[in-house]
């Protein structure tokens, strides 16, 4: 009766500094900028990466994990050196070295699934992730800016979402995929996200309604990523992507939400609102 509990305080303790460790590194990183940011992202998604192949290999896939994780890391640091204007050529040209080495390959002989899952780590863990770095190289101080919404945003989604699963939860939201998140709990996160962006909207001084919509972009896309990768898992058979980190799990247990936010927030900032423009 009275060993359960330090346990569940320790995993909570385990949880919690975990998360304050890598907020902390977020913080410094986005405050700092340039290499910093840049660094971060790249190793994160290395780390993905590795754990996205090693799910692919559970599941009895074999997909080119050496040209995949290159791909990764040449598409973020050109994204972060270079700009957008080469990531179409460098994802082009990764998807025929693997096509190519695939052809190849010995053993074991490639088939449908190791293409297709060779080229949907480049896209997912390579080409998507490399926005949250070209966000942050908008002109300053909305590169800045943007990257603290974004990042704030996520946060927010993931607490309140929490809160809102734990004291308001009845209703199961995806339940062959998720069984624990309930669409209270993703209503909740939504609506404390949104609050979030409008509340930075205010204190950057730009349009509210902006960072209101911002807001509701990226804690929708973060819920869309975090369940895409609980489908991954379990059909997988993983309870969790790895265990790097204690408490949570895997690097991509982590990062699942920010997958699909920075190509989300790019684009809205680039046709609706870029004030670093004439």
């Known amino acids: 009766m009275i060993a359960n509990p330090p346990k569940k305080l320790s995993n909570l303790g385990l ?48 997909p080119a994990t050496m040209l995949v ?14 700009g957008p204007t080469y990531l179409a050529p460098v994802l082009a040209i990764s998807s025929i070295c693997i096509f190519f080495y695939l052809l190849l390959r010995p053993r074991p002989r490639a088939g449908i699934a190791d293409v297709a899952t060779s080229w949907f780590g480049v896209v997912y863990i390579g080409f998507l992730p490399c926005f949250l770095i070209l966000c942050r190289n908008f002109p300053e101080p909305y590169g800045f800016q943007f ?29 062959a995929v998720s069984p624990k998140k309930t669409i209270e709990g993703s209503l909740t996160g939504t609506l404390g996200a949104t609050l979030v962006g409008a ?65 989300v927030v790019y684009y809205y900032l680039r046709w609706f609102y870029h004030p670093w423009l004439p």
Not at 18 to 42: D, E, P, R
Not at 231 to 260: E, F
């Open 69 to 82: 994780t290159a791909s990764v890391l040449c598409i973020d640091l050109m994204g972060g050196i270079a």
């Open 199 to 263: 509340c930075w909207g205010l204190a950057f001084h730009f349009p509210w309604y902006h960072g209101l919509a911002l807001g509701f972009l990226v804690s929708l896309t973060a819920q869309i990523g975090d369940l895409g990768e609980s489908l991954i898992k379990r059909d997988a058979g993983a309870k969790d992507s790895g265990s790097v980190i204690p408490g949570h799990g895997g690097i991509l247990d982590r990062m699942d939400s920010y997958l699909l936010t920075g190509v």
């Open 15 to 62: 949880r919690f500094i975990s998360s304050l460790f890598f907020i902390a590194m977020a913080l410094y990183c986005i405050y700092t900028g340039s290499w910093a940011y840049i660094a971060m992202i790249t190793v994160f998604a290395m780390l993905c990466i590795r754990e996205l192949c090693r799910l692919f290999k559970l599941k009895g896939y074999a």
């Open 147 to 175: 990257a603290v919404v974004l990042n704030t945003c996520i946060w927010a989604t993931d607490t309140f979402a929490y809160f809102g699963g734990r004291f308001l939860g009845r209703t199961k939201l995806l339940e």
